[in-house]
């Protein structure tokens, strides 16, 4: 069983640059046993194989064993072990940020068992208030009419972006900073709620509008655990008034469950890897290029929602991504790995404006709003934030939510439409709040869940759930249970 652990920590960190913990037996899914049999081919075999050999193995030791332990001996170790086991871990407590180091695996896989099923017991794998007196009335399908013509709408997942003038000491190319502006030149912040690397994370705030926080230990699997369960979100929204909503995906859609939890907040078409015939990672204009061919497709009378999520812009940026594609590009003279990244923020934005080129040469009279986003910082900005500080020091920095590490950018443009103006389009916004910005820009009048949810954003200043120590995110939660919109959590 150890050495299984071990195998199966190790793989799981390749994959996802995270060890195994407790909380992997807590939320098993069909879906992440299909991704990793479709990028592991071999791997089925391997199981196979390794279930015939050690299931007989095991009962034959089991039935050849000559020691024989009573069992009420056997209870009271049983019993022994585990209080050790509890008191060891609320003795040195598993922090979060060593999740992501390729070490320790039986020690953090023990550890986070007392804390997972503690948190279970206490919580359920989301926070929530206790029952209230108030209510959300339910959205109705056919009780949207806004008011002019409709734009469609194009969310971007711009993958690992962020303004690195944040930190001190970085020479970046000439003109830089101009892809963060919007329409109307503000640069606006995006505070997310990871950092490195899990954009699933963010995936959930901008498709659901909630927080990947109210999931505390288990916000690592939120999008696993959201499927089916959180049916609330800006393609719902958006359906209600008359949308059509799609999702292009950079990745397998059983990836941390990703085609079944979009599917739940309402996108009605989602193109993964395999759908797109994309090969590896591509670069930011095979997913423009693809989502302009799908939009052709859709009918002119019915708005679209689309949600495109780039990939090119991921770790590691040790190698040179596509070099023909900027092959005039020259290195400020940083770092190798942070001139790649800008060469790559380079390209995202060159790409970008082609997009935007072909949305109005493809469609010359159709209203659009789109609206991009960083997911997250890439995985080597703490360490030039903060370049004086160790391992540890940026990790008790991340546990404590250091805004400095975990602010990017949003940014909306137009074609054909001019932005509704609107106190929810603030300069500075949790993701969660991302959802409502969108309809607010559109124009799109809001379901009470939105209308709720409003009211929060503006009394707390653009903070979600960290506003009054996470009571009104634990609040809305209840009003969204209550109301059916969240439920078997």
Request: proline share 6%; glycine share 6%; hydrophobic share 45%.
């Amino acid at each position: 069983l150890v050495v299984l652990l071990v195998l199966l920590s190790r793989l799981k960190h390749d994959v996802v640059q995270m060890t195994a913990n407790f909380v992997d037996l807590m939320v098993i899914d069909r879906d992440t046993a299909a991704f990793l049999f479709t990028i592991f081919p071999n791997l089925r075999w391997s199981v196979i194989a390794a279930a015939l050999v050690i299931l007989p193995l095991m009962y034959t030791l089991w039935w050849l064993d000559p020691f024989r332990i009573p069992r009420l001996p056997a209870l009271a170790g049983k019993l022994a072990c585990l209080a050790a086991l509890v008191a060891y871990s609320l003795t040195f407590p598993d922090e979060a940020w060593r999740g992501y180091y390729d070490d320790g695996y039986l020690s953090k896989f023990a550890r986070s068992g007392v804390i997972a099923v503690s948190d279970f017991v206490r919580d359920g794998f989301m926070e929530s208030a206790p029952a209230t007196n108030e209510h959300l009335k339910v959205p109705l399908v056919d009780a949207c009419y806004p008011a002019g013509r409709r734009p469609n709408i194009i969310m971007i997942h711009d993958e690992s972006s962020f303004d690195i003038r944040a930190a001190g000491g970085i020479k970046v190319p000439r003109n830089y900073g101009s892809h963060f502006l919007s329409f109307d030149g503000k640069a606006r912040q995006f505070m997310a709620e990871s950092n490195g690397g899990p954009s699933w994370f963010t995936e959930y705030n901008v498709l659901a509008g909630l927080s990947s926080r109210s999931f505390g230990r288990f916000a690592y699997f939120v999008t696993r655990i959201a499927s089916g369960r959180v049916e609330r979100g800006l393609p719902l929204a958006l359906r209600r008034c008359g949308y059509d909503t799609l999702s292009l995906y950079p990745a397998f859609g059983g990836f941390m469950s990703a085609r079944a939890f979009q599917t739940t907040t309402g996108v009605a078409h989602f193109y993964d890897a395999h759908d797109l015939g994309a090969r590896d990672v591509e670069p930011d204009s095979f997913f423009y290029d693809r989502a302009l061919d799908l939009m052709s497709q859709e009918q002119p009378s019915k708005p679209l929602f689309a949600f495109v999520y780039l990939a090119a812009n991921h770790f590691p940026w040790e190698t040179k991504f596509r070099p023909e594609l900027l092959p005039a590009w020259r290195a400020p003279g940083n770092a190798s790995a942070i001139d790649e990244y800008l060469r790559r923020q380079d390209l995202s934005a060159e790409q970008y404006q082609a997009f935007m080129a072909g949305l109005k040469k493809k469609f010359p009279n159709q209203p659009f709003l789109i609206v991009r986003y960083g997911d997250h910082q890439p995985e080597f900005a703490p360490h030039i934030l903060d370049p004086g500080l160790d391992e540890a020091g940026v990790g008790k920095k991340l546990e404590n939510y250091d805004p400095r590490y975990y602010a990017t950018y949003y940014a909306i443009d137009a074609i054909n439409f001019e932005p509704v103006k609107s106190d929810a389009v603030m300069d500075r916004i949790d993701a969660a709040y991302l959802p409502l910005v969108i309809l607010e820009a559109a124009g799109i009048p809001l379901d009470p869940s939105f209308e709720e949810q409003k009211a929060i954003m503006l009394r707390c200043g653009g903070v979600f759930y960290a506003c009054r120590g996470g009571a009104e995110a634990r609040r809305f939660n209840r009003l969204l249970i209550d109301a059916g919109l969240i439920h078997g959590l």
